[in-house]
C-alpha cells in the first residue's frame, strides 16, 4: 500500500511515522521549502506522550521536556484558585504534561521520519481520485498517486476544501500572544492566570526558558508590528502578578507572534474514497485545553492501526473517521467552552467563575482532566 501525506507539521509527521511502523510506503509533501517551525512552546499531555513512546520516541522527547513540579490556576493579583502538583496528575493520568520548544519537538519528529521521503516546495494544489488511485497535483507542477491522500495541512486545508468538508472556520473572539524568554525558573509555578477577558500563561521549557502566552478580547484581524505588540502587552499586563511584567519585558520583540484564535463546528465527514483528513484539517480547535496537537497525534496512531490490517482502503480510511469524530468532538467542545469561560468580561460573572474554581475539589478537576488528557490509544489492532 502507498500513501501519500500533504503537510509536514506535527500531526502530518506523527502519522508518517506511525504508517511505516505498520509497514506502509508512505511518502510526506510539504508547502514549505524548509521544515522549521516559527512556534513558540506547546504542551503535550499523557495522551500524545503515550503515542509518541509506541513509535520509539521516548529517549528524545525525554531529553528534551520540561516537567514542572505543580501548576496553578490564579487571578490576575496572583491569588491561587486551583493548584494540581505533578505526583497527584501522574498518579491520576498515568504521565505528566510535558513542555517542549515548538521547534525542538519538529526536530524530534523530523529524525523518527528520517527514512521517510519528504518531498519541500510541493504546495498541493488539489486532489483527483479515481476507483483505484488518489493524485495529487501541485502547484509546481509536480503530481503523485497513492493508494490513498492524508490531508494534514492544517486550519487552512486545501484537502479539506477540495472535499467540500462541511464548516466555515469561526474566529473565537479572541487572539494570543506567544513568546519565549530567557527565565531562571528555579521555582516558578506554571499554570494560567485569568483577568476580565484577559488571559496570561506560563510554562517553564528546557534551558532556563519559559514560553508564555496572552489573550485578549479583540475584533478579529487586527495586527501591530512587534514592538509594538510588546508595548501593548507591556501595557495590558502591567498591574499582573509577578513574574508576568518581568516575562515580557525580557521576550525579544522580534520574537513575538500573534495569531487570531480559530475552531470549526465538528463535521459528520471528513473524507471520500481514498481521501481523508487528520488534525487541524479535520478538526481544528481553541488552543485552551492544550489538545490541538495532540489530537493530531491521536490521529496518525488510529489512522495507521486501521490502514496496517489491510483489507480495502476506503472502508479503512471511513473506519478511522468514524472512531475519531466522536472524541475529537468532545474535546473540541470542550475546549470552545473553557476558551469562552475563561474569556468572560463581566466583572460579577468573573467572580462567580472564580468562586467556583476555587471551590472545585481537586478530585473534580483531574477526574476531568483524566477524560482529555488521560485517553490512552494503541498502534496495534486488540487481540
Not at 51 to 57: F, P, V
Not at 242 to 259: C, G, K, Q, S, Y
Not at 320 to 346: C, N
Amino acid at each position: 500500500m502507498r500513501v501519500i501525506v500533504i503537510g509536514a507539521g506535527i500531526g502530518g509527521l506523527t502519522a508518517a511515522v506511525a504508517l511505516r511502523r505498520k509497514g506502509i510506503e508512505v511518502k510526506i509533501y510539504e508547502r514549505a521549502a524548509a521544515l522549521t517551525d516559527v512556534g513558540a512552546g506547546i504542551s503535550l499531555w499523557p495522551n500524545a506522550l503515550k503515542a509518541l513512546y509506541q513509535l520509539g520516541m521516548r529517549p528524545a522527547l525525554d531529553a528534551l521536556s520540561f516537567v514542572s513540579a505543580e501548576g496553578a490556576l490564579r487571578t490576575a493579583s496572583g491569588a491561587v484558585l486551583t493548584r494540581t502538583a505533578a505526583h497527584e496528575f501522574v498518579a491520576r493520568l498515568g504521565l505528566p504534561v510535558m513542555v517542549f520548544h515548538r521547534a525542538e519537538l519538529l526536530n524530534v519528529l523530523v529524525a523518527a521520519a528520517r527514512d521517510i521521503p519528504i518531498h519541500r516546495a510541493h504546495e498541493c494544489h488539489f486532489v483527483r481520485q479515481d476507483a483505484v488511485r488518489a493524485t495529487v497535483q501541485f502547484a509546481n507542477g509536480a503530481q503523485a498517486d497513492a493508494d490513498a491522500v492524508v490531508g494534514a495541512d492544517g486550519l487552512r486545508s486545501i484537502v479539506r476544501e477540495g472535499l467540500g468538508t462541511p464548516g466555515a472556520l469561526r474566529y473565537s473572539g479572541y487572539t494570543a500572544w506567544r513568546g519565549i524568554a530567557g527565565f531562571d525558573t528555579a521555582g516558578l509555578l506554571a499554570g494560567e492566570s485569568v483577568g476580565r477577558g484577559q488571559r496570561f500563561g506560563l510554562a517553564p521549557i528546557s534551558g532556563n526558558r519559559v514560553y508564555w502566552y496572552a489573550t485578549d478580547n479583540v475584533p478579529e484581524g487586527q495586527r501591530e508590528p512587534p514592538d509594538q505588540a510588546k508595548a501593548r502587552l507591556t501595557a495590558m499586563f502591567a498591574s499582573w502578578h509577578d513574574p508576568i511584567p518581568a516575562l515580557i519585558r525580557v521576550t525579544d520583540h522580534a520574537a513575538i507572534l500573534r495569531n487570531d484564535i480559530y475552531d470549526r463546528d465538528p463535521a459528520n465527514r471528513w473524507g471520500s474514497g481514498r481521501i481523508t483528513l487528520l488534525g487541524d484539517a479535520a478538526h481544528p480547535m481553541t488552543p485552551n485545553l492544550g489538545q490541538g496537537a495532540c489530537q493530531a497525534i491521536e490521529d496518525a496512531l488510529v489512522l495507521a492501526r486501521d490502514l496496517g490490517q489491510g483489507g480495502d482502503v476506503e472502508a479503512s480510511l471511513r473506519r478511522y473517521e468514524a472512531q475519531r469524530r466522536p472524541r475529537t468532538r468532545l474535546v473540541s467542545m470542550a475546549s470552545r467552552r473553557a476558551g469562552q469561560m475563561f474569556q468572560i468580561e463581566s466583572p460579577s460573572v468573573c467572580r462567580l467563575r472564580d468562586m467556583m474554581m476555587r471551590l472545585m475539589p481537586s478530585a473534580v478537576t483531574l477526574r476531568s482532566l483524566s477524560t482529555i488528557g488521560g485517553y490512552e490509544g494503541h498502534l496495534d489492532p486488540p487481540m
